[in-house]
């Protein structure tokens, strides 16, 4: 089935250039399906790269998304930061940039950057606060380990 699918995506590219759903799952399944199955890292980077020049918060998008598909944490970070930069008020780089650092379990920047994102963007307060709460909860328990919750029973007997 993997080239059948291949080949819609590829169709529905050709068929509407600046479609950009149908271009991000094309970019998808080149990273996530073998090459022996039609993958390809390479022709991933090229339509991101068609991406970007076509719009510009699409291409750091698709970019940020092979490189975490690719667990290339590092890269991904990077690509986000950028368009952080360049995008500074939009809330789903912030996100895309928070789950970069829950997959390699750095709390700390994921609290910090939420709180940058508090000052940048206060109508998203509620949505942030509760990101930064649960990167806190994340953090504790990598800290004390999962038997947290059992000590403070314990303290409460």
Not at 18 to 34: K, M, S
Request: include cysteine; charged fraction near 30%.
């Amino acid at each position: 089935y993997a080239r059948k699918i291949k080949k819609c995506f590829l169709n529905a590219v050709e068929l509407d250039s600046l479609n950009t759903i149908a271009r991000h799952d094309l970019i998808q399944f080149y990273v996530l399906v073998p090459r022996i199955a039609g993958g390809s890292d390479s022709k991933a980077l090229e339509h991101a790269e068609i991406l970007k020049r076509q719009n510009t918060w699409e291409g750091f998008k698709a970019f940020g998304t092979i490189y975490s598909l690719q667990k290339d944490f590092t890269k991904a970070e990077e690509e986000y930061l950028a368009a952080l930069a360049h995008y500074p008020r939009d809330i789903q780089f912030y996100n895309y940039l928070a789950s970069v650092y829950e997959k390699v379990q750095q709390y700390d920047k994921i609290i910090e950057l939420y709180t940058k994102a508090e000052q940048k963007l206060p109508e998203f307060r509620e949505e942030i606060l509760q990101k930064k709460a649960n990167a806190f909860a994340a953090l504790q328990k990598t800290q004390y380990g999962s038997d947290m919750d059992d000590n403070w029973n314990e303290d409460e007997d």
